[in-house]
């Protein structure tokens, strides 16, 4: 199973509007990391939080961690067009092994 | 500064015929080197990782092997394929536990 899963799974807003997706994770971590992927393409790093950091901002970008409840948000303000994507989230569990969540497909329309 | 390259593309395969999807990297040394599926619509899955040349981690009992002959080199295998091995198959690298992973531009194939 994946250490991490996202909610929801897909998410369909109006530009201008805030998407807001979770991700719950099961094993403790070192580190909790977001990225996001246009569709057929790779994946671009977006943020990165440690696990002794509790909030963290980039940009129109808002992630935040809180350990006691395994689980973290990714905010994007004020969102476009250009901003639709799937969003994962990943995690360290073990060592250097990287694992991600199902991710969440968000649809901004304009 | 460093760049990642997956090839090809895209692939289409008949069902029990080998594959090789290669993986290599630049401007890095000593890099941590993934191989992810992902089926349309879903999350990634983790198929190998490896720390160093030679050292290889299976995550998921499969039809598929995965070797590091060099530092920067990661080649995705398999001697005979199957129609459930069709996905699109991802490369990425990162250089320790707190950095961030950058990813190839991924491999779609199709077995038929």
């Known amino acids: 199973s994946q250490q991490g899963e996202e909610d929801p799974q897909a998410l369909s807003i109006q530009e201008g509007e805030n998407a807001t997706m979770n991700c719950s994770y099961k094993t403790s971590i070192n580190n909790l990391q977001w990225y996001r992927q246009n569709s057929g393409r790779g994946l671009v790093h977006l943020i990165l939080?440690?696990?002794?950091?509790r909030e963290k901002h980039s940009g129109r970008l808002r992630v935040t961690l809180d350990t006691s409840k395994k689980s973290s948000s990714l905010l994007i303000t004020a969102s476009r067009a250009a901003d639709t994507a799937s969003y994962f989230c990943?995690?360290?569990?073990?060592?250097?092994?990287?694992?991600f969540g199902g991710g969440t497909r968000v649809l901004v329309k304009p | 500064s460093q760049t990642i390259h997956q090839w090809p593309a895209t692939l289409v395969q008949p069902v029990g015929s080998p594959l090789s999807l290669e993986c290599t990297v630049e401007?890095?040394?000593?890099?941590?080197l993934y191989w992810y599926r992902q089926a349309a619509g879903r999350g990634l899955q983790l198929l190998f990782y490896s720390v160093g040349i030679g050292q290889i981690s299976s995550e998921v009992p499969q039809n598929l092997s995965a070797s590091r002959p060099q530092d920067r080199q990661f080649i995705l295998s398999s001697k005979k394929l199957l129609l459930s091995d069709s996905g699109f198959y991802l490369c990425a690298w990162k250089t320790d536990m707190n950095t961030e992973a950058f990813f190839g531009q991924g491999t779609r194939l199709t077995v038929v």
């Open positions: 990943a995690t360290t569990p073990a060592g250097n092994k990287l694992t």
């Open positions: 939080i440690r696990s002794n950091e």
């Open positions: 401007g890095t040394s000593n890099p941590n």
